[in-house]
Nanobody, 122 residues
Framework: QVQLVESGGGSVQPGGSLRLSCTAS????????MGWYRQPPGKERELVAT????????DYANSVKDRFTISRDNAKNTVYLQLNTLQAGDKAVYFC???????????????WGQGTQVTVSS
């Protein structure tokens, strides 16, 4: 059983910061790309940022470039998202995603966290 457990959401004022964490646990062979998506109220889920295993160039949504930073600790199977200069439009449920190879399987599976709420309000 593989689980992604997120933490770090909350409520901040505009211009504030938060740091989200997501750790993959359970029985698996390895974790490949990890990332964050978000779902604003009444909207579809959208990509925020993703990062591969070799800590190469991350991929960011244009709306968060230069404000958000994704990083990961491969030894801990953990991905982080530093959210700076938060704006009202960043309010959403943030979901962690990981592409994971299970033990004794050649296939990559998609896993999602339960979501963590980020609210930006004055």
């Amino acid at each position: 059983q593989v689980q992604l457990v997120e933490s770090g959401g909350g409520s901040v004022q505009p211009g504030g910061s938060l740091r989200l964490s997501c750790t993959a646990s359970g029985s698996f062979n390895r974790v490949e790309t990890m990332g964050w998506y978000r779902q604003p109220p009444g909207k579809e889920r959208e990509l925020v940022a993703t990062l591969g295993t070799e800590n190469g160039d991350p991929d960011y949504a244009n709306s968060v470039k230069d404000r958000f930073t994704i990083s990961r600790d491969n030894a801990k199977n953990t991905v982080y998202l530093q959210l700076n200069t938060l704006q009202a439009g960043d309010k959403a449920v943030y979901f962690c995603n990981a592409k994971i190879f299970l033990v004794a399987s050649p296939f990559e599976y998609d896993y999602w966290g339960q979501g963590t709420q980020v609210t930006v309000s004055s």
